[in-house]
């Protein structure tokens, strides 16, 4: 890979739990890779439970806010990742050639904090490896 960093945007519903979770760990783990995220009916808000579970892994950044799609649209992405079935099935049509994966996740939101501890690891295991194959 070279220097330049690839960009991805992680897309999801809300943009509250998985995105912003998802967009945390790639920018913290992948090198050359740096990670946006956005909802296609974004929240407004991140839920406390996904701040909480960064800010014990030292990841969290005050920057990380729940946006909707506009916000990103303009921008050109390398890769854009759906992580939940309406985000797959509403994912907007983007400029260039794209290239759009989907690796789905299960809502944390509204359950205990120990899913959005499984939701993290599920996400740092399965969703990174995805992220480098296929920006390789």
Request: charged content about 25%; glycine content about 4%; hydrophobic content about 35%.
């Amino acid at each position: 890979m070279n220097n330049k960093n690839k960009k991805v945007l992680i897309l999801c519903t809300g943009n509250s739990c998985r995105s912003i979770i998802a967009e945390a760990l790639i920018n913290a783990e992948l090198e050359n890779i740096e990670a946006q995220s956005s909802g296609v009916k974004a929240s407004g808000r991140v839920n406390p439970n996904a701040k909480k579970i960064l800010e014990e892994n030292n990841i969290w950044s005050e920057h990380y806010h729940s946006k909707t799609i506009d916000k990103v649209l303009e921008k050109s992405f390398d890769l854009v990742v759906t992580v939940c079935g309406n985000a797959q099935e509403s994912c907007p049509t983007f400029p260039q050639k794209t290239k759009v994966i989907h690796v789905g996740f299960e809502d944390p939101d509204g359950h205990e904090y120990s899913a959005f501890q499984e939701c993290y690891h599920d996400i740092k295991n399965t969703l990174l490896p995805h992220v480098k194959k296929a920006l390789q």
